[in-house]
């Protein structure tokens, strides 16, 4: 039996890809300790309400995706905040007053190894959501987010 089809998994990991970029732009305009914490927590919660009426998610459902979504999160957490710090470091390097080739080129290989560590977790979590979720519920999401995705890039 076949859980996922192939468009259903691509709705998916456009889902995840949207709720990561979303989730790490609320990190980053809030900047600093508690506060941006809080606010990745609440737009996470703002997406998960968004995401089980889209579905029509029973409490069991809900009960169970959430503690998936928190948990991710807090997996995700600290490569955000590595690879949050790739920007300044690359400009440290370019204000050197010789450049290092072979450090950059370093820097961007330890950057991909962090983008390769939250994709897989991302992923991860699709299939787990995806896991709670009924074979219709899946389709109606994929349906939504490839309106989403129609929309925004028309």
């Known amino acids: 039996m076949r859980i996922f089809n192939r468009n259903t998994i691509a709705a998916f990991l456009l889902g995840g890809a949207l709720a990561a970029g979303a989730g790490a732009l609320a990190v980053e305009r809030h900047m600093g300790g508690s506060h941006a914490a809080v606010d990745a927590s609440a737009h996470a919660e703002r997406m998960l309400k968004h995401l089980y009426v889209e579905v029509d998610a029973t409490d069991a459902q809900k009960a169970k995706i959430e503690p998936l979504v928190k948990q991710a ?82």
């Open 73 to 154: 999160m807090q997996d995700l957490k600290p490569i955000h905040g590595q690879l949050r710090g790739a920007h300044a470091e690359l400009l440290t390097w370019l204000g050197q007053p010789t450049l290092d080739a072979g450090a950059l080129e370093a820097m961007r290989v330890q950057k991909l190894q962090l983008a390769d560590q939250a994709s897989k977790r991302l992923v991860q979590l699709i299939a787990d959501v995806g896991e709670v979720l009924t074979p219709e519920q899946r389709n109606k999401l994929a349906a939504h987010l490839g309106k989403l995705h129609q929309r925004r890039h028309g």
